[in-house]
């Protein structure tokens, strides 16, 4: 029986043992086949297909094919480059970047109808610290000034600002970002609250001093001839963040009173009184970091009213409805829910006649061209002069005599519109990328009024030492 | 170059592949292999590569000195020397600035600190190569005497800039004999996806959950939201540097290298001692094999060597002082469990000895993440909640809605699914037909999904590659 048993088991055994190798080695092979294939095709698809130039958006322009230069191969940037080039500029981008977001969306479920993106607790330690009960105490207002400082004669023209780009790049809540997280100014942190985005803003009274410090500077240059005014914007944070996340972070409206205790001559206008009544209505864009048309013209006219000077209804403008909007808030998150639900995005076109010439920011002239261009995609906020880098000259059929200069970051660019029935000449200066020297062009060009304004986060950020940089160029 | 990246993946590897494929002979694919590897190396290194080259030189030239004296003196400085050169090299790039910046806090000097920029994978490398020499002269493995033959072992890309760290006997034999069966190819693709995924799709994501909750201001955090956090950094470095050791060990397959295993589910562990047996493998075993127990410490040399090793784990890491701290708390547990023996961890219940070991485990990674003392001490001050922060906040609850399916996926594949996989393959041939036909629907699956999402992680390389 023993023997039996010994000539029957590798018998049995043997096929199954066979079986298991072949149909193992089987699968191997088609394993190896069918991965193989997809490797050839993906490879073939990123090495013929059309790679974009311009991704709309995350508005920017992608990384181009590197040139070579002896210098860039032996530190690395060049084949560093040629790997960037090819990763950044995958045939149908946009599409598969949709898909990355629709998969992040899948990995979870949102709580109290919110989704975070970045870094939203890059704040002080106590948030509230910056709130005008606690700060009230530590600090005074300067004193009045009463000597004007020595008016600055320096015409050097310095490009201090390299950056450009044919595709208008925003830059309020990450471009001078975080430059230093302990300070707890901007964080690039997004809340999506109700399908809405929500840049996380934290403040800061120190540099709001410091911003209240550099306009104060102007008026001090420009004399009492000048009426220099202050609109800084709140972001959609003060309007729309839900109450108990809102005590989280930073108070737009105490950074704006801390800013006007320190403003001296300087005439403020109060943006978030003028908002805070329509905050019902489209006053901020869902999907882009932006306020919407309809913000600004309210903001715009708070501003009429303190400059005194005539302002159009807003019955009087050609409404211009561009539905489909996704702004930028997507392009940085890549939040689904942004994505998802798109937006109008509503203009106006004024009704009054005016001329629109475009400069470089050494004021050599360019061009000149509409003052609300057409635009697509994520960048229809670009509507407004298409983009900041320009110095702008709008001309209008207002003949009372007065001349203003708006010294903004690019939510200034959507009071232009608002504006062109209240003053005869309006020079728009993006403080970014302007290369002269601001007081002497204030007064080459006859300003009678200066408009510094811009959100919050350039106003206690990175942003605002460029007014100052332009003062003393 | 990162592994995880369209221009490697779809690009380099393709080229090379076809290359390698293009002849049977071993000697070109060994050329063919040189090439490419320095190809590899010198696209994010161009003038390094030539530092890679010359320690390459360096040790085969003091593997024939020691191969020649065997049994003399001469061997034994050749193999100084050897080490001399190959520490001294990695001391000058790595660790000259934080020395001189010690040297001048401890002594208030103002002596230049030096800022050589670390060349990438040059703790790997040279301790691949420490090892030959070191074997070389303890008669483990053959001495290599074509130049060629040892620059590829050193330079070999699958594991040259992350490790694991490949010790020379591990593929001596491979070197000069090897063949890729389709079996090697298919588990390498298999392998190599699966890397990819734990990269792409679980370390990235959970890297994005990292920076919003430790990524701000750690000193306003909250008791739960640390926890969080430093177990959520925890996942990400396992997904992250055991992804990689996957790639590198599927693309080692492919070319029909067998690397040993550099992971083996590290958070099942229920002892510290147990965690570094089952964590980055190759780097204990080196320190085991190389450094434990060197005759330095007389009678003592038992737990001088432990902490010595723990020491050199941590400083391996990086030059700063929170990586010497977190090799130095491994350290201590691993010389608590080993005074108290094994019979004694025993009797200690299984639950309360995997609490034990997450708690150490996760307290380490908060420690290995924060480069910054003061930072550190308020994520100390966080955990055990003496900030008088809240209890949980608002933020990391919201953080965990929004990714309870990735987290879930994350904390679910860290248990050996897998070998649970592999037993049901063994009940049926029917059972294997269908497991193995899953798997190859779950790799075009998983190829995919990471391919759409590199397209979103440009530039996003791996933890390791600092070390």
Not at chain 2, 79 to 105: C, D, H, P, Q, R
Request: with cysteine.
């Amino acid at each position: 029986m023993n023997n039996i048993d010994n000539i029957d088991i590798p018998i049995l055994k043997q096929p199954v043992k066979k079986d298991r190798k072949q149909i193992e080695k089987s699968i191997q092979t088609i394993n190896v086949i069918v991965i193989a294939l997809i490797f050839a095709a993906i490879s073939l698809f990123l090495l013929i297909g059309k790679r974009p130039t311009v991704s709309k958006t995350e508005n920017r322009e992608l990384a181009r094919f590197p040139s070579f230069s002896s210098k860039s191969f032996f530190d690395g940037e060049y084949t560093a480059n040629i790997a960037n080039y090819y990763n950044d500029t995958v045939p149908f981008r946009s599409t598969f970047k949709d898909m990355t977001s629709s998969l992040r969306a899948s990995m979870g479920i949102e709580l109290d109808g919110i989704i975070i993106y970045g870094n939203v607790n890059g704040g002080k330690k106590d948030a509230k610290k910056d709130t005008l009960s606690a700060e009230k105490t530590e600090t005074t207002p300067p004193p009045k000034q009463t000597t004007d400082e020595t008016t600055p004669t320096v015409t050097d023209v310095t490009t201090g600002i390299t950056e450009s780009s044919p595709v208008p790049v925003e830059t309020v809540p990450v471009e001078d970002e975080i430059d230093d997280i302990e300070e707890g100014i901007l964080s690039g942190g997004i809340l999506v609250y109700k399908n809405r985005g929500i840049p996380v803003y934290y403040g800061s009274f120190a540099a709001g001093q410091n911003y209240a410090s550099f306009v104060n500077a102007y008026k001090a240059d420009l004399g009492e001839s000048v009426n220099v005014y202050s609109l800084v914007a709140p972001t959609a944070q003060s309007f729309y963040m839900p109450k108990k996340y809102a005590e989280k972070y930073g108070s737009e409206k105490d950074n704006l009173e801390n800013i006007r205790q320190f403003l001296n001559g300087v005439i403020e206008v109060d943006a978030y009184n003028a908002l805070l009544p329509h905050k019902k209505e489209n006053i901020y864009s869902r999907t882009d970091h932006h306020w919407a048309p309809l913000g600004a013209f309210y903001a715009a006219q708070e501003f009429a009213k303190k400059a005194n000077v005539p302002f159009a209804d807003l019955s009087t403008y050609e409404k211009v409805i561009e539905p489909g909007y996704v702004g930028t808030l997507y392009g940085w998150s890549q939040v689904a829910a942004l994505k998802d639900n798109p937006e109008d995005f509503i203009y106006y076109k004024p009704s009054n006649q005016y001329t629109t010439t475009y400069y470089d920011p050494n004021f050599n002239f360019d061009h000149k061209g509409p003052l609300l261009i057409k635009a697509y995609g994520s960048s229809l906020y670009c509507t407004f002069m298409g983009s900041d880098e320009f110095i702008v000259h709008v001309n209008t059929d207002v003949k009372n005599g007065r001349t203003l200069a708006i010294v903004k970051d690019s939510y200034g660019n959507a009071l232009v519109p608002c504006l062109t029935g209240s003053f005869e000449n309006i020079y728009v200066i993006d403080m970014r990328y302007f290369n002269l020297n601001a007081i002497n062009f204030m007064r080459e060009h006859g300003v009678t009024d200066v408009l510094f304004a811009m959100n919050t986060f350039s106003a206690t950020g990175g942003n605002s030492k460029h007014i100052e940089r332009i003062r003393t160029q | 170059m990162t592994f995880s990246s369209l221009f490697f993946l779809y690009f380099f590897l393709p080229i090379c592949l076809i290359c390698y494929s293009s002849t049977q002979k071993l000697e070109y694919r060994n050329i063919i292999l040189v090439i490419f590897s320095l190809i590899f190396y010198a696209w994010g290194e161009p003038i390094w590569v030539s530092l890679l080259v010359f320690s390459a030189f360096i040790d085969y030239i003091h593997g024939l000195l020691i191969h020649k004296f065997r049994g003399k003196v001469w061997s034994k400085i050749a193999l100084i020397s050897s080490l001399t050169i190959n520490l001294g090299i990695l001391a000058i790039f790595k660790y000259s600035g934080f020395l001189v910046t010690n040297i001048n806090e401890l002594l208030s000097l103002n002596l230049t600190v030096p800022s050589f920029k670390l060349p990438i994978g040059i703790s790997f490398y040279t301790f691949q190569t420490i090892s030959y020499t070191i074997d070389c002269y303890w008669d483990k493995v053959k001495v290599q005497k074509s130049f060629l033959n040892f620059l590829m072992y050193v330079s070999l890309f699958p594991q040259l800039v992350a490790g694991p760290i490949v010790k020379y006997s591990t593929i001596e034999k491979e070197i000069t004999s090897r063949k890729t069966t389709i079996s090697d190819l298919s588990k390498g693709f298999t392998r190599v996806i699966i890397g990819l995924a734990k990269k792409v799709i679980i370390a990235n994501n959970l890297s994005l959950i990292v920076d919003t909750i430790l990524g701000g201001n750690i000193s306003s955090l909250s008791y739960i939201g640390t926890w969080y956090g430093a177990i959520v950094y925890a996942l990400q470095v396992y997904y992250d540097f055991s992804g990689y050791s996957d790639m590198a060990i599927g693309l080692g397959l492919m070319f029909g290298f067998h690397f040993d295993e550099n992971f083996n589910y590290p958070f099942i562990c229920k002892d510290i001692s147990e965690f570094w047996q089952r964590w980055h493998i190759s780097l204990g075993t080196f320190f085991k094999d190389y450094l434990l127990y060197l005759p330095l410490f007389g009678k003592r040399r038992k737990y001088a060597s432990l902490f010595l090793v723990w020491f050199c784990t941590g400083l391996w890491h990086g030059a700063s002082w929170n990586y010497i701290i977190w090799g130095l708390y491994f350290g201590i547990f691993v010389f608590i469990e080993s005074f108290l023996g094994k019979k004694k961890i025993k009797k200690i219940p299984m639950i309360v000895r995997h609490i034990y070991s997450k708690l150490i485990i996760f307290i380490g990674f908060g420690i290995f993440y924060f480069e910054n003392l003061k930072s550190l001490l308020n994520f100390f001050k966080n955990l055990f909640f003496i900030n008088g922060n809240a209890f949980i906040d608002d933020i990391t609850k919201i953080s965990f809605a929004n990714n309870i399916i990735l987290i879930l996926i994350a904390v679910v594949f860290c248990f050996p699914i897998t070998k649970f996989i592999e037993k049901l393959r063994e009940k049926s041939t029917k059972m294997l037909a269908v497991l193995d036909m899953s798997q190859v629907a779950v790799n075009v699956a998983l190829l995919l999904i990471s391919s759409i999402m590199l397209v979103d992680a440009t530039n996003n390389p791996f933890l390791y590659f600092r070390f």
